[in-house]
Every structure is written in structure tokens, then in C-alpha cells.
């Protein structure tokens, strides 16, 4: 056999294992429908170091820190790629662009109660997956002052309902003690009407903020 049939054959054989590889692995797929490949990456984002944003669509990107494994940011529009691990520019970092539909609050956003005594948990970032149908997620341990961990997934994701635009997120709690309550602090924006916000678990509204519209900045 001559090397440049055996090259021809080795590249072959690179060919089909990545063709088997992406037939297994559903994210290669999803990754055509998605804004940005890939489009779950760890970067500076708007100056702010260790973060992960997720390209669900044109019209939502989302950004959560793996420090506090708290979301930052969601938004519509993108991210400008600038730095040198890009296009070889010292000094500038990726910015988000757009208009954001909603900026987190809540730097430490967990809570969990447990025999009446309530603490806030230290998140411990665990990396992100894609699943086999498509998604993607961000895994994180909550840790209690005692040691015991409590494992976090949670999968965000772009929806349209009634031709409406909306942010799904789907949390998984796993080895969650008996009788223990995890409790989620978050405040919401661009809203039209709060019966949009829609949840299988409990709801506490602490409080409502009316912005004005582009109507009532006519008027």
C-alpha cells in the first residue's frame, strides 16, 4: 500500500468517525438552528470575566455568570466578537448588543430553607451540556454551610406562544435533602401582562413596577 492511499484512507476513516459522532450527538444538529456556532461559549462579557452565554436565537441571548452561577443578562441582538482571541485586537472584549429584555438583580439568587432556618447557598459552577434533544445546560452545586451539595441543571430557552417571544427556564434539583425548600430570587422584565409569567412551582409577587410605554412617551 502506498502512503498516499493510506492517507486517502486515514482521511476516510476521519470522515465517517465525525459523521458517526455528529449522527449521535443531537447538539451538531441544534447548532444549525441556533444564531451562533457554537452557541454555547465561555468568555469576558462586557467586562465582566468567567461567563457563559447561551445563543438561543436571533432574538435571545442569555448570560449567566459561573462565579455566582447567577443569569446575568437576556437579550436581543448578539455579541460583538472583539479581543484578541478573536480578531487579534489587544485590549477590547466582547460586548453584548441590543437591547436587553431583562438584567438580573440578584447577584446570589438562591435560597434554601430547612427546618425553619433559611440560608443562602455558595454556588459552585459545574460546566455546561448538550442533551440529546436539542438543549442545552448550565450545572451548578449549591453549597450549604454543612458540606451537602445540591445539584442545579438548568436548561434556558427561546419560545413563542401566540406569536408572543418568551424565556423558558427549566430547573432540575437533584440530591435536595428531605424536606428541604430551594427558593429562587429573580426580578422579571418586559412583561406586557403578569399573567404571561407562567410556572409549576410557587409564585410569591413582592412587588409590580409600571414602565411607561413609547405611547405614554407620546402622549
Given amino acids: 500500500m502506498n502512503n498516499r492511499l493510506l492517507f486517502i484512507l486515514v482521511l476516510l476513516g476521519l470522515a465517517a468517525l465525525w459523521y458517526f459522532a455528529g449522527r449521535h450527538d443531537?447538539?451538531?444538529r441544534a447548532a444549525a438552528d441556533r444564531p451562533n456556532d457554537p452557541w454555547v461559549f465561555r468568555s469576558v462579557l462586557d467586562k465582566q470575566?468567567?461567563?457563559?452565554?447561551?445563543?438561543?436565537?436571533?432574538?435571545?441571548?442569555?448570560?449567566?455568570?459561573?462565579?455566582?452561577?447567577?443569569?446575568?443578562?437576556?437579550?436581543?441582538?448578539?455579541?460583538?466578537?472583539?479581543?484578541?482571541v478573536y480578531n487579534m485586537r489587544h485590549g477590547p472584549q466582547p460586548?453584548?448588543?441590543?437591547?436587553?429584555?431583562?438584567?438580573?438583580?440578584?447577584?446570589?439568587?438562591?435560597?434554601?430553607?430547612?427546618?425553619?432556618?433559611t440560608e443562602t447557598p455558595r454556588a459552585d459552577y459545574?460546566?455546561?451540556?448538550?442533551?440529546?434533544d436539542g438543549h442545552a445546560e448550565i450545572m451548578y452545586d449549591l453549597v450549604l454551610s454543612d458540606g451537602q451539595r445540591i445539584r442545579?441543571?438548568?436548561?434556558?430557552?427561546?419560545?413563542?406562544?401566540?406569536?408572543?417571544?418568551?424565556?423558558?427556564?427549566?430547573?432540575?434539583i437533584e440530591n435536595a435533602p428531605e424536606g428541604v425548600e430551594v427558593s429562587l430570587h429573580t426580578n422579571v422584565a418586559s412583561i406586557a401582562d403578569p399573567v404571561n409569567i407562567e410556572t409549576d412551582g410557587a409564585w410569591k409577587q413582592e412587588a409590580v413596577e409600571s414602565l411607561p410605554t413609547d405611547d405614554d412617551l407620546r402622549a
Fill in 152 to 172: 442545579v441543571n438548568e436548561r434556558p430557552e427561546y419560545v413563542e406562544r401566540d406569536r408572543q417571544r418568551g424565556f423558558e427556564r427549566t430547573f432540575t
Fill in 49 to 84: 470575566a468567567r461567563m457563559i452565554t447561551f445563543a438561543l436565537d436571533d432574538h435571545l441571548w442569555v448570560a449567566y455568570s459561573t462565579d455566582s452561577c447567577s443569569l446575568y443578562k437576556a437579550w436581543e441582538g448578539g455579541v460583538d466578537f472583539t479581543g484578541a
Fill in 95 to 117: 460586548m453584548s448588543i441590543g437591547n436587553a429584555w431583562f438584567e438580573n438583580a440578584y447577584r446570589q439568587p438562591w435560597t434554601v430553607t430547612h427546618n425553619g432556618k
Fill in 126 to 132: 459545574k460546566g455546561h451540556r448538550y442533551t440529546r
Fill in 26 to 28: 443531537r447538539s451538531y
